[in-house]
C-alpha cells in the first residue's frame, strides 16, 4: 500500500479538510449525501477530493488518510467505484460483499444504499452515470423504448480488457483536465470522453441486457444509410453518436452499423472521421499564413490525440497535415 498514491484530477480540487461536516458536505454536493458512522461530529475525518464534469458524467479521485467507514443514502444514479491504493469492502443494501482492491472495483445500480469500510491511505476513482442517460442509451442500442432498467454485475475486473478499457479513458480525460483551454472545454471532444465512459459501461461490464447487445441486427436499406450519410455531411461538427444518428434515420443503432459495413464497407463513425478529416484539410488549405495551426484545426473537429490525427490525415491524404498547411 502506498502512503501516496497517484492522484488524478489535481487540477480540479474540490475539497481538502479533516472535519466531518466539511467532508460530508463535499461529498453530497459531488455524488450524493454520506455519513460516516462512528466519527461523530465532533469527529475527524482526512479527505482530499478532485472531482469534474464530463458531459453528463461526474469523475472524481477521493482519498482518506485513516480508516474510515462511510455510508450512503439509496442512489439515484449508477456509480462505479475503482480503488487506486489500499482496499474497501463494499456493500450495497443486502448483496454480496465486494473485496475492492487495484485490482476489483465495485458496481452499484440505483434504488441501494451503499457502504464502504476502507483501510488507511484509501484512494478510488469514483464514476457517476446519471441513470436516464444509461437506461435512453441502451434502449436506443437495442432499438425498443421501455426496456426493464439496467441491473449490473457487482464486481469489475480492472485487469480484464474491458477495465483496461475503462481506466485508459479516465486517465485519458486526467490528462485532459490539466490542459487549459483543452479538450474538456470543446463541446465535441467533451462528448466523445463521454460517451467513452458511457459505451465502456454498457459494452465492458456484464448486465441484463448484454446478451441482447449480442446478437445480431438485421442490416436496413440503403435509404436509411443515404439519410445518415447526408445528416453527418450537412452537419460533421455536431457530436454525433451511433444511437443519436439511428434515431433520426429510424432504425436500431445495430441495424445501422450493419448498413454502413454492407453498403460502405465502414462504420458511421469512422465515416464521420474520414468527413472531419476532409474538413480539417479544407481548414489547412484556406489558412491565410500564421492564422491556423494544425493542433487548432485538428482539436476544431474533434481529434484529441494529435499523433493518431496524424497518421489518420497522412493514411487518408498521402501527406503529413504540416504539409498542407505550408502549400502554396
Request: contains cysteine; hydrophobic residues 40%.
Amino acid at each position: 500500500m502506498l502512503p501516496h498514491p497517484a492522484e488524478l484530477f489535481a487540477t480540479h480540487r474540490v475539497a481538502a479538510g479533516r472535519g466531518v461536516d466539511e467532508v460530508r458536505h463535499a461529498l453530497s454536493e459531488v455524488f450524493l449525501p454520506v455519513e460516516f458512522p462512528g466519527a461523530g461530529r465532533a469527529g475527524t475525518v482526512d479527505m482530499t477530493l478532485n472531482a469534474l464534469h464530463v458531459g453528463r458524467v461526474t469523475c472524481g479521485f477521493m482519498q482518506f488518510r485513516d480508516e474510515v467507514s462511510i455510508e450512503t443514502v439509496e442512489a439515484e444514479n449508477y456509480h462505479l467505484d475503482i480503488p487506486v491504493n489500499g482496499r474497501a469492502v463494499m456493500r450495497a443494501g443486502a448483496g454480496p460483499k465486494i473485496y475492492a482492491t487495484p485490482r476489483t472495483a465495485g458496481v452499484f445500480t440505483p434504488g441501494k444504499p451503499v457502504r464502504l469500510d476502507c483501510s488507511a491511505w484509501f484512494s478510488q476513482l469514483s464514476v457517476m452515470i446519471p441513470r436516464a442517460e444509461l437506461q435512453l442509451e441502451i434502449e436506443r442500442l437495442l432499438g425498443r423504448e421501455c426496456i426493464r432498467p439496467l441491473e449490473y454485475s457487482s464486481e469489475l475486473d480492472v485487469t480484464g480488457p474491458g477495465g483496461r478499457m475503462l481506466m485508459q479513458a479516465l486517465r485519458m480525460i486526467d490528462e485532459a483536465a490539466a490542459v487549459e483551454g483543452g479538450p474538456l472545454g470543446h463541446p465535441l471532444a467533451r462528448l466523445r470522453l463521454e460517451q467513452t465512459l458511457i459505451q465502456s459501461m454498457l459494452f465492458v461490464q456484464p448486465h441484463n441486457h448484454s446478451a441482447a447487445l449480442q446478437l445480431t441486427a438485421p442490416a436496413p436499406g440503403a435509404r436509411p444509410v443515404s439519410r445518415a450519410v447526408d445528416l453527418l455531411r450537412a452537419d460533421p461538427g455536431h457530436p454525433w453518436t451511433v444511437v443519436e444518428l439511428a434515431a433520426a434515420v429510424s432504425v436500431s443503432a445495430r441495424s445501422l452499423q450493419q448498413g454502413f459495413r454492407r453498403s460502405l464497407d465502414t462504420t458511421p463513425m469512422a465515416y464521420l472521421r474520414m468527413v472531419r478529416l476532409e474538413k480539417v484539410r479544407e481548414d489547412l488549405t484556406k489558412a491565410e499564413p500564421g492564422t491556423d495551426s494544425v493542433t487548432q484545426a485538428a482539436t476544431r473537429w474533434g481529434f484529441l490525440h494529435l499523433g493518431r490525427f496524424a497518421a489518420m490525415y497522412r493514411t487518408a491524404f498521402g501527406e503529413h497535415p504540416s504539409q498542407t498547411l505550408r502549400s502554396p
